[in-house]
């Protein structure tokens, strides 16, 4: 069973900056894309931002471009969203998700982690 696990969720300051890692228990990562997604309280989930498998195509929700800033390492098969210029409604638990082959089914699963928060308030 894949895995994937969030983590550097924090309370910041507005201006202030993070970056959430999601590791992804899974020997191969490279030839999927993989993002982020977000949801804040009573809202529903909200598209952050994805990176193509090769990491060369980056894509954002337009509410980040300029402040967040995706990338990833398919040697530790590992995401980052480094997060610039916090705002506080940016509070939300992040998500990082990726949808990956299934062998079995012959289809794509979806995958997802449980999370990270993200404060940020004065």
């Known amino acids: 069973q894949v895995q994937l ?5 924090d309370s910041v300051q507005p ?5 959430l890692s ?20 009573g809202k ?19 509410s980040v471009k300029g402040r967040f800033t995706v990338s990833r390492d398919n040697a530790k098969t590992t995401l980052y969203l480094q997060m610039n210029s916090l705002k506080p409604e940016d509070t939300a638990k992040y998500y990082c998700t990726t949808d990956l082959f299934d062998g079995v089914t012959g289809s ?5 982690g ?9």
């Not at 696990?5 to 969720?9: D, I, L, P, R």
């Not at 201006?15 to 970056?19: D, F, Q, V, Y």
């Not at 598209?47 to 980056?58: A, L, P, Y």
């Open 114 to 122: 449980q999370g990270t928060q993200v404060a940020v308030s004065a």
């Open 22 to 41: 999601c590791a992804v228990s899974k020997n191969t990562l490279e030839n999927y894309s993989i993002g982020w997604f977000r949801q804040a309280p």
């Open 108 to 112: 794509y699963k979806p995958y997802w």
């Open 5 to 9: 696990v969030e983590s550097g969720g």
């Open 44 to 62: 529903g989930p909200e598209w952050v931002s994805t990176i193509n498998s090769n990491g060369e195509s980056t894509y954002y929700f337009d």
């Open 15 to 19: 201006g202030g900056s993070l970056t």
